[in-house]
């Protein structure tokens, strides 16, 4: 869908995927750079719309067809193009053919072409051409030879496979007898597997490693199909060793979550960070699960009893013992929608009742009000203590009152004048009084 989504595309790297044919690239009008190097293709096509096309990388591909190239003159634009490791790269005149088919070409396989290279290549044109033209003929049939040999080595290679098959599943190829599932033979399998399964694995090893090294060691052509065959390979020996790996990994025995002597064990097998609270204040426990933010909670699983707590997390469980019993049927569990923490609340079984503090009814609501004015204003409010509650005497009558005036903090709204009888009093009324 390249010549659909990716109109506006720049630049495109292709490399090593085993692309047989360059195709669907032609509408990419602003496309400026295409690498395919390490692919399978045979010819150079499909190109003459890519108008703003400055380099094209075909390096170690299986271009034979050097005549192909002449589909690149539409591209004015290119500047830069490699056909290094391809089959072309050896024809005698490959450099000068293509020099002197794209005159726009600036750069080729890394090399700047001089002005009197292209001026030679332009010269001797006709009888460079008609070289490659002999040499492509013979790349030609050689490669048609190369197809029928690679699809004679597919045909025996299928054949060998069916072989294979039928040799696991018991055919006997001694006898020409089939024992295709039979018990006994399954048992005789059995039975040797048993005995000797140590030696028929050390052998296997040693089988394998010899058919590795001959593969790698047995001289092939350099053509598309070897490339595939090696790729193909490859692909087998990955699925083998992982289905090898696969068969030896055993299934880990489930975690006991209680010990046959029905003692519960504390279990975190998905690790999940956690916090157990002891709420006194509303005499509760609290567990904190950081349960993963994205995971849904379809697949949780909460199971509160009156000594522990499980939780299924996707199927792995946490569990703890609680520090007390605890009421199942009013506990609550709420997920949380930013972190995605399990919160679990669990009320204790025994309750606690705690004592409230009496007020005294002596406080008038004024002086509460009062209170709270002052609270809030900053001011210190001072109690009086009630004085016929204590025996200890009154020290503010120890000395003797002096009349104030009604300045400084305190104020007073009425004198009272003190009647005090002194011998040598005399009562002056020209004085005038203290006040």
Not at 221 to 227: A, G, K, N
Not at 278 to 299: F, G, P
């Amino acid at each position: 869908h390249l010549d659909k989504w990716c109109r506006d595309l720049k630049i495109l790297y292709l490399q090593h995927n085993l692309i047989p044919k360059i195709e669907n690239v032609g509408k990419l009008k602003k496309l400026e750079y295409l690498n395919v190097a390490l692919n399978n293709i045979e010819r150079i096509e499909n190109l003459e719309g890519c108008e703003e096309l400055r380099k094209l990388d075909l390096t170690a591909n299986f271009i034979g067809e050097l005549s192909s190239i002449e589909a690149l003159k539409y591209n004015i634009q290119l500047a830069e193009l490699f056909l290094v490791g391809n089959p072309c790269t050896q024809f005698e005149g490959y450099r000068q053919f293509v020099v002197a088919t794209l005159q726009q070409l600036k750069c080729l396989d890394g090399k700047e072409i001089e002005r009197s290279e292209r001026i030679q290549a332009l010269q001797n044109y006709p009888e460079v051409q008609q070289k490659i033209r002999e040499q492509e003929k013979a790349y030609l049939l050689k490669r048609a030879r190369e197809k029928e040999e690679a699809q004679r080595k597919m045909q025996e290679r299928k054949v060998k496979g069916q072989k294979q098959m039928e040799s696991k599943l018991g055919f006997d190829r001694r006898t020409g007898g089939n024992c295709y599932l039979s018990p006994d033979c399954l048992q005789d399998k059995e039975n040797d597997q048993a005995e000797g399964g140590e030696k028929q694995e050390v052998w296997r090893a040693f089988e394998d490693d010899e058919e590795v090294r001959r593969f790698w060691e047995e001289p092939t052509p350099y053509t598309p199909e070897s490339r595939l065959e090696t790729h193909r390979y490859m692909e087998e020996k990955r699925r083998a060793k992982d289905n090898v790996m696969g068969s030896k990994k055993r299934e880990k025995p489930l975690r006991p979550l209680v010990t046959a002597e029905g003692k519960v064990l504390n279990v975190n097998v998905p690790k999940l960070n956690f916090s157990l609270k002891d709420d006194e204040e509303n005499n509760q426990i609290v567990l904190d699960l950081a349960v993963y933010r994205h995971l849904d909670t379809s697949l949780l699983e909460v199971d509160v009893q009156p000594t522990y707590i499980r939780v299924l997390v996707k199927g792995k469980p946490f569990q703890i013992v609680l520090p007390e019993e605890v009421k199942p049927d009013s506990s609550s569990a709420k997920r949380s929608q930013t972190t995605g923490h399990l919160v679990v609340s669990m009320p204790k079984a025994k309750e606690i009742i705690l004592a409230k503090q009496e007020v005294s009814t002596s406080i008038k609501r004024s002086d509460c009000n009062t209170l709270q004015k002052n609270a809030r204003s900053g001011q210190i409010e001072k109690l009086e203590v009630d004085p016929g509650k204590y025996s200890f005497p009154d020290v503010t009558k120890i000395i003797q009152e002096k009349e104030r005036s009604g300045q400084g903090p305190i104020k007073l709204g009425k004198i009272i004048e003190a009647k005090h009888t002194y011998v040598d009093f005399e009562n002056n009324e020209d004085v005038p009084p203290l006040i």
